[in-house]
């Protein structure tokens, strides 16, 4: 467990808080791309780290993100005219371009004006895998471009989602590490999703193996067959701050097999709310229809709004209990609440908006949420210390998740490797 200082210390996350510094070292993403669909179209608001900004699309196709409030008046830029290159505060006419210079300044007669000495506060943006990108921290420091290898995937074999979360980001960012309660939160007891896969229907229970990394660190969870058949065994990596990546493997109609690489991103809006990101990609053929239906795991347009800040609908809110139903977990599931993302954020809304990890009891399934919190407190200590932290670099580029069975006393790491590395381990 964590003592309430230390919980204080990974949680908040504004400018200034030891987190909130630590975020800024990473390219955070803050939009889906489809969000800005064309040049000049409207501009959107983005809550992140607990400041209020506004990203737009210029003529020439750059995106900007700016603090959303005019330095004139402070009246909203995303009430704003997106035109010739700039953003126009509908207030007074001044503009300013996707860098947060002001460009023109119209209310003003020429010798009076003092538009080379105002700028809006402006981040840097990427955009790759679908995904606009925002670096927040201090330049000289800025990571590299965030290429993940679900980034690098053509658009036919990836699927990209978000989805508001009200708790705290690393509530959620910890449900996604957490392996175990897959055999008892995403529990069905009957079909051809029951026990969500083959081989942990079987296994309860399992043994955690947590293995350090130059990006965070890599993790088996590994469950013994029946018949001493061997283990199985479902690896995950962890990238600081918030990135968690893990194999899916789903039953087909003709009974067999279908692998993706899946994960998630638990992004703070602010302490008390969190943008959960949600990506999976093939290697071999193309994502079809069915592929990217996500109502199976509570996302998409039947449980989120998009057009309301990608809040879960009422029927499946938080107001309304996540929409469990006590009778179909009776019978039919472990929980009574469909999808399994949103069972996932029924468990970390239900703890509050932030969570006292002080009064926890932790076993030895919790080492992978035991190792992030202990690397987020290192890592808080590295950037203060004038340090890189772990994550803010290329050692991530190329690595995937793997869910294998193997042979009992078969070593793991050693025996996947080459597969969850395939351009070589980085360490």
């Known amino acids: 467990m964590l003592s309430q ?20 070292r990473y390219w955070q993403p803050v939009l889906l791309s489809w969000e800005l669909p064309e040049p000049d179209c409207p501009p959107a608001r983005v809550r992140i780290l607990g400041e209020d900004l506004v990203a737009f699309r210029d003529t020439s196709g750059r995106v900007g993100l700016m603090d959303e409030f005019c330095p004139h008046r402070r009246a909203s830029l995303w009430l704003g005219r997106n035109e010739e290159n700039g953003l126009r505060c509908v207030f007074h006419g001044w503009k300013f371009d996707f860098k947060g210079a002001c460009v023109e300044m119209p209310n003003e007669l020429p010798e009076y004006e003092f538009k080379h000495k105002v700028r809006v506060t402006a981040y840097p943006t ?13 330049t000289e420091y800025m990571a590299p471009p965030p290429r993940f290898e679900w980034t690098r995937q053509p658009a036919t074999h990836l699927h990209v989602s978000k989805s508001l979360q009200e708790c705290n980001w690393l509530q959620a960012l910890e449900g996604g590490l957490d392996s175990i309660h897959s055999s008892f939160l995403h529990r069905r007891f009957s079909g051809s999703r029951a026990g969500l896969g083959g081989h942990r229907a079987g296994a309860v229970a399992a043994k955690l193996d947590v293995r350090p990394t130059p990006y965070g660190y890599t993790y088996a969870s590994i469950r013994p067959l029946k018949d001493n058949e061997g283990n199985y065994v479902r690896t995950y990596h962890y990238v600081l701050p918030h990135h968690q990546i893990r194999a899916i493997q789903e039953l087909t109609d003709d009974g067999g097999t279908k692998s993706k690489i899946a994960g998630h991103m638990s992004v703070p809006i602010d302490d008390e709310n969190c943008v959960v990101w949600n990506w999976y990609y ?13 109502s199976f795991w509570g996302n998409g347009p039947a449980f989120v709004d998009y057009q309301n800040g990608f809040r879960p609908r009422l029927q499946y809110s938080k107001a309304n209990s996540w929409g469990i139903d006590r009778r179909v977990q009776k019978y039919e599931t472990y929980t009574g609440i469909e999808g399994v993302n949103q069972q996932d954020r029924a468990v ?39 340090f890189n932290p772990k994550g803010a670099d290329t050692s991530y580029y190329d690595i995937r998740a793997i869910e294998r069975v193997l042979p009992p006393g078969v070593d793991w790491l050693q025996a996947l490797k080459e597969e969850m590395y395939p351009m070589g381990a980085p360490f």
């Open 5 to 24: 200082v230390e919980n204080e210390t990974i949680t908040r996350v504004g400018s200034g808080t030891p987190m909130g510094t630590l975020m800024r």
């Open 126 to 138: 990427q955009e790759t895998g679908g995904v606009i990108w925002a670096y927040m921290g201090p």
């Open 282 to 294: 093939s290697l071999g053929q193309p994502l079809d229809e069915k592929d990217r239906d996500e």
């Open 348 to 386: 970390q809304e239900s703890m509050g908006p932030i969570v006292d990890r002080s009064q926890e009891h932790l076993g030895q399934t919790d080492k992978a949420v035991i190792t992030t919190r202990r690397q987020l407190l290192e890592a808080v200590k590295a950037v203060a210390e004038g």
